[in-house]
């Protein structure tokens, strides 16, 4: 073999191990993102201190979001997205 040869093949399967390592990274994400991701979301959301500067956390939806999320991540447990509904758009109110 030259050392052209050698080379294309050297580089082809680095490449091929550069995808297969990213595609396992990959698989350790969900939707939300990694595990550590979804806690650091709850733990901001659920914090009420938060609130006062956060409407997101005043209003509650986003801690259980982010309940949600970390069950997913660090638990494998997904859970179907709930669906809102508004009484005002229904004009239910």
Known sequence: MNT??????ALLSLA?????????EEEKK???GTCQ??????EYFC????AATDSMVA????C??????VKE?????VLPDPEYKSCAMEQKC
């Open 37 to 42: 991701d979804a806690q650091k979301q709850q």
């Open 4 to 9: 052209i040869h050698k080379t294309s093949i």
């Open 47 to 50: 914090d009420m201190k938060n």
């Open 59 to 62: 209003l509650g939806t986003a």
């Open 16 to 24: 091929l191990f550069s995808m297969t390592v990213s595609a396992n």
């Open 73 to 77: 991540a660090c638990e494998g447990v």
């Open 64 to 69: 259980r979001n982010a309940k949600i999320n």
């Open 30 to 32: 969900s939707r939300v």
